[in-house]
């Protein structure tokens, strides 16, 4: 898909479709060439509600005002309507609300993203006919628009879905095709195909020179032998330095405390969060940002077997702290306390981790919604305003020292589960944060993306299976820090 940002009037271009969105169910707009075809299918331009018109050669999709994500939702509810068609060229207007909302990123990310299939084990592919997308500057309101400020933002959203589709290709394929050691081959691929991008995979071997005792326990039991994957981007004269780290469970089993069948399905997805930072950095280097960035994904199987590791064992994890495990599928943080510990090496100035930590997280926020944590409020706060400009959702979970007791061993320095079972998203990040150093702990976020990385039915303009949550609301985070410093 080719965009284009055109300063002709939209009646000017030539396009084989257009798509019109009815904003505030104002059928009276200009735009509106149909109104009585309209009127006679019923269409009142309510939410989600999409009209084709295959003779006028144009769709209409309800959008209920002007706003970013309303927006992403009317645009992939109209690409829907034409997905069958054979158009290769659209043409729509510019939605702009006011000058510092264009919207601009919302067309654009409501057709990458909306456009996305997953058709890889597919023998018939469905072929998306369309080549051409030309936005005109052209407002539905007053507003005057530029075509060099929309070309900016085009950029920006461009890079941003396809870092989001490129995340959700990762976390959709087969456990025994993305292993740790395929994930990996990717983290090369990409350091050779963007500058300034490097690339490092560490083996079992490393593991055990950087004394990774967790990590390596839970990936004792696999055939696929585990990968500590770090891409680094570094552009010259950086001017913060930031670690993303990533859970990459490329199978969660559960261990020996073997998942029940029903809920073991779905579970490739546990390196969702790998899959995330993977393409955070991807975008971040082709958005030339001006941040040294880490990616560091524990990449890993979590399986059963002869040497699996057990309830009862007691690690001893790379910062020297001592974990009882008393349940071998609260496993993700194991690999993730060993990452965090060598990410905290580094002196970042920002810490983020993306995991599908805890069931738990998907019971407190839903199915759709992230959970955001950490000790500094603005930080949390501002992740929060990011992933909601992103189209992102998220909530706070907020920690309290009676819930960090929960993790008390009577052998070990701490537990790897809680001793209750409320509160599990939040004892989960509080595990976690038994790997932060003190100096660290204002800098870091944990976000638990268990609930939206994976939901196996179509939702807004997601598809059934990975979403890729957290690419967008990090790298908005990252845009909006450049615009600040
Ligand atoms: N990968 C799971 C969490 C998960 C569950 C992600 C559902 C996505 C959907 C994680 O490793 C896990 O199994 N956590 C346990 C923790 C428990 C043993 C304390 C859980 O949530 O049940
Ligand atoms: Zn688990
Ligand atoms: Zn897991």
Redesign the pocket.
């Known amino acids: 898909m080719e965009f284009h940002i055109s300063t002709k009037k939209i009646n000017q271009i030539t396009a084989d479709c257009e798509i019109i969105l009815v904003s505030n169910k104002n059928l009276k707009h200009k735009w509106i060439k149909d109104l009585k075809d309209l009127n006679t299918l019923d269409f009142q331009g309510n939410e989600e509600e999409v009209v084709f018109l295959p003779h006028q050669h144009r769709v209409y999709a309800g959008c209920k005002e002007l706003n970013h994500d309303n927006i992403r939702l009317a645009v992939s509810g109209a690409l829907k309507a034409i997905k069958k068609t054979k158009y290769k060229s659209i043409k729509i207007g510019s939605y702009c609300a006011n000058k510092k909302q264009t919207n601009i990123s919302a067309i654009v990310e409501g057709f990458v993203l909306g456009s996305y299939i997953f058709d890889m084990y597919k023998s018939k592919k469905d072929k998306n006919s369309i080549k051409n997308i030309t936005i005109s500057t052209e407002n539905y309101g007053r507003l005057k628009v530029e075509g060099k400020e929309l070309r900016k933002e085009l950029n920006f959203a461009k890079i941003v879905a396809n870092a989001t589709n490129f995340s959700k290709d990762i976390a959709n394929q087969a456990p025994d095709d993305m292993t740790p050691v395929a994930m990996a081959k990717l983290g090369k691929k990409l350091s050779a195909e963007i500058e300034n991008v490097t690339c490092f995979a560490g083996s079992e071997k490393f593991l055990e020179k950087e004394k990774m005792g967790a990590f390596l326990a839970v990936s004792r039991a696999s055939e696929h032998a585990p990968r500590l994957i770090h891409l680094k981007y570094k552009p010259k004269n950086a001017k913060k330095k930031i670690t993303f780290v990533g859970k990459g469970?490329t199978y969660?089993s559960?261990?020996l405390s073997l998942?029940p069948g029903s809920a073991m399905t779905t579970?490739k997805s546990?390196k969702s969060g790998g899959a995330a930072v993977m393409g955070i950095l991807k975008a971040a280097a082709e958005l030339k940002l001006p941040f040294e960035i880490h990616a560091i994904i524990g990449a890993t199987e979590?399986m059963i077997g002869g040497n699996a590791y057990k309830p009862d064992d007691v690690l001893v994890a790379r910062n020297g702290k001592t974990i009882e495990v008393k349940n071998?599928?609260?496993?993700?943080r194991l690999v993730l306390a060993d990452c965090l510990s060598y990410a905290q090496d580094l002196k970042p100035d920002y810490i983020f981790d993306l995991a599908t930590l805890t069931g738990a997280c998907v019971v407190a926020l839903g199915e759709y919604t992230s959970g955001i944590m950490g000790h500094d409020k603005s930080l949390k706060r501002s992740m929060e305003n990011a992933a909601e400009k992103s189209g992102e959702l998220s909530s706070p979970l907020p920690f309290n020292r009676y819930l960090a007791k929960l993790l008390k061993s009577s052998v070990a320095d701490i537990s790897n589960i809680s001793s209750s079972r409320y509160g599990g998203a939040i004892t989960a990040a509080l595990f976690l944060d038994n790997f932060i150093e003190e100096e660290n702990k204002d800098k870091w976020l944990h976000l638990d993306i268990a609930g939206p990385a994976y939901v196996e039915s179509d939702w807004g303009y997601n598809q059934a299976g990975a979403s890729g949550a957290g690419v967008r609301m990090s790298l908005y985070w990252l845009q909006e820090l450049k615009n600040r410093i």
């Open positions: 469970l969660d559960g261990g998942k579970m546990d979590n071998t599928d609260a496993e993700g």
